[in-house]
């Protein structure tokens, strides 16, 4: 089990100048069976998860969006399997963006997120989201050449102005309802390596190995460098960052149902009261139906 004090931890604090070699990506619970508690409150969790979404999408009118970043190989899309595997998919919806496409590049870096953000009731995941164009981008400059900016908005304090626009679009959603859910799955580069090695020995695995991804690791401290930049301008009281450690997958996956799970709860969701005149209406309905 995960000590809630630990999960805490792993929680930034705004305006706090984030240093990454300060949190350990292989941190694991202390003691013998420690992953099998662990997997086992887990399970727990999902129930409660699946119930208090039930109240969630009943309810109508708060929503979750849950961003997930990370290195490549860092766990994302397993970790999307296990935490939403019991959740209703009417309520639940997984992004994944990739590379722009031509119509996303004739709107606003923000345009694509905006257009799939999550309805009330529901729960959004999304697998990379808008921090990729301070992430890729920022590490890759040539990229904005691509974005059909004019020249002279391409400047020097171009990164905090869209750190700017990203706590300006997360605080619209905060104050209409949407729960933020910011998390950085914070993966060593020796376990990169390792889970690259592994997808390229097992064949069931080839197919997840990307020589993308091996071209991106040789930037890996640009990449560090970003992320710190990014998650110190960004983490704020309505969207706080998570720094979770991913060497471990099953310490990740946890974390992670946790902190949704007590999210949810905290939101205080319940299904909605019936008035007197509905209940009357409901039991004349109920004779009807018996009367047949």
Not at 9 to 36: I, M, N, Q, S, Y
Not at 73 to 96: E, F, I, R, T, Y
Request: charged content about 30%; some cysteine; glycine content about 4%.
């Amino acid at each position: 089990m995960i000590d809630p004090k630990r999960i805490a931890k792993f929680k930034l604090k705004p305006g706090k100048k984030v240093r990454l070699k300060d949190h350990d990506t292989a941190w694991r619970p202390d003691g013998k069976g420690a992953e099998e508690v662990t997997e086992e409150t887990m399970a727990k969790n999902l129930e409660l998860l699946n119930e208090a979404q039930g109240k969630l999408f009943a309810g109508d009118q708060w929503s979750i969006l849950v961003v997930l970043q990370a290195m490549d190989a860092a766990g994302k899309d397993g970790l999307v399997k296990h935490v939403m595997s019991g959740l209703n998919p009417q309520g639940c919806h997984v992004h994944a963006f990739k590379a722009p496409s031509a119509e996303e590049l004739d709107h606003s870096f923000l345009w694509r997120c905006m257009r799939v953000a999550p309805a009330r009731g529901t729960i959004t995941i999304f697998n990379r989201s808008h921090y990729e164009e301070v992430l890729v981008v920022k590490v890759h400059p040539e990229l904005l050449s691509k974005q059909k900016l004019p020249p002279k908005l391409i400047h020097k304090t171009i990164w905090k102005e869209r750190y700017d626009d990203i706590n300006n679009f997360e605080l619209h959603l905060a104050r209409n309802g949407t729960r933020i859910i910011k998390i950085f799955l914070h993966v060593s580069k020796d376990e990169q390596k390792r889970r690259f090695l592994e997808r390229l020995d097992k064949p069931a695995k080839n197919w997840k190995f990307s020589l993308g991804d091996l071209a991106e690791r040789k930037f890996w401290d640009d990449y560090m460098a970003a992320y710190e930049e990014m998650l110190t301008a960004t983490s704020t009281k309505h969207a706080p960052w998570y720094v979770i450690p991913a060497d471990h997958k099953f310490v990740a996956r946890a974390a992670v149902a946790e902190i949704l799970t007590n999210t949810i709860l905290d939101l205080a969701v319940d299904y909605p009261t019936v008035s007197k005149e509905t209940k009357l209406a409901f039991a004349d309905a109920r004779e009807k139906l018996l009367s047949e």
